[in-house]
């Protein structure tokens, strides 16, 4: 694999913020992507980032070092419908590796 | 436009046997990308074709393998099946132009080996 690390799974409570961290091996980087994806459906593009910083997307933001191989993905206000799981995924050119997924389960 | 679209949706087979899968990138891209997820494995690149060619593998054995056509749709071929084939295909496309670029995924195969 491409050491790829992130936490298997996290519970956090509906109106509350939680961030998901992502290790990764630097060496060939070009790119760190965050992939949404509920149970049974495709992954769905949320954001990535190739320089140092934080990118914003309205309830989303993403962080990368990259210096430290190291990013997160920040959710705020937590919904219901963002149960599912948030998959970071490391561009090397033209292939993508992906971590196991981080599980979120949000509850009321 | 249309999103990636991949045939079939379901599929099982028996050990030994070959299977192909089918993916239709969105129009206009013409970089495609293969995935095989299972639980415990997560999402695992197999190949990427851009313009009839493969442009990256992944450590997939010589069982897997694809093409892309001048359309840019693309096939995976799986010979031979194991139990251990049985996961969810994914296929991604993008522009193919950069270095890195959004992917955006079907909603994949789910093929199971008995």
């Known amino acids: 694999g491409q050491n790829i690390d992130q936490p298997t799974e996290m519970t956090a409570t509906e109106g509350a913020i939680v961030q998901i961290n992502c290790t990764y091996q630097?060496?060939?980087?070009?790119?760190l992507f965050w992939y949404q994806q509920h149970a049974g459906e495709a992954p769905t593009f949320l954001s990535y980032?190739?320089?140092?910083g934080l990118e914003e997307k309205g309830r989303f933001s993403s962080f990368l070092s990259r210096s430290k191989g190291y990013s997160y993905l920040l959710l705020k206000e937590l919904q219901m419908k963002d149960s599912a799981s948030y998959l970071c995924?490391?561009?090397?050119?033209?292939?993508?590796?992906f971590g196991s997924g981080t599980k979120l389960n949000v509850k009321p | 436009k249309a999103g990636v679209t991949q045939t079939p949706r379901y599929l099982i087979k028996t050990r030994g046997q070959q299977v192909t899968l089918s993916c239709s990138p969105i129009s206009g891209h013409r970089s495609v990308s293969w995935y095989q997820q299972t639980p415990g494995q997560g999402l695992q690149f197999l190949f990427e074709y851009f313009s009839e060619t493969q442009r990256n593998k992944g450590n997939f054995p010589g069982r897997f393998s694809g093409r892309q056509f001048s359309n840019s749709r693309s096939e995976m071929n799986v010979s031979t099946l194991e139990l251990g084939d049985s996961a969810l295909y994914l296929c991604a496309s993008s522009e193919g132009q950069g270095q890195w670029e959004t992917q955006y995924f079907g909603p994949g195969t789910r093929l199971l080996v008995l």
């Open positions: 995924a490391r561009a090397d050119f033209n292939k993508f590796y």
């Open positions: 980032n190739v320089l140092d």
């Open positions: 630097t060496s060939g980087f070009n790119g």
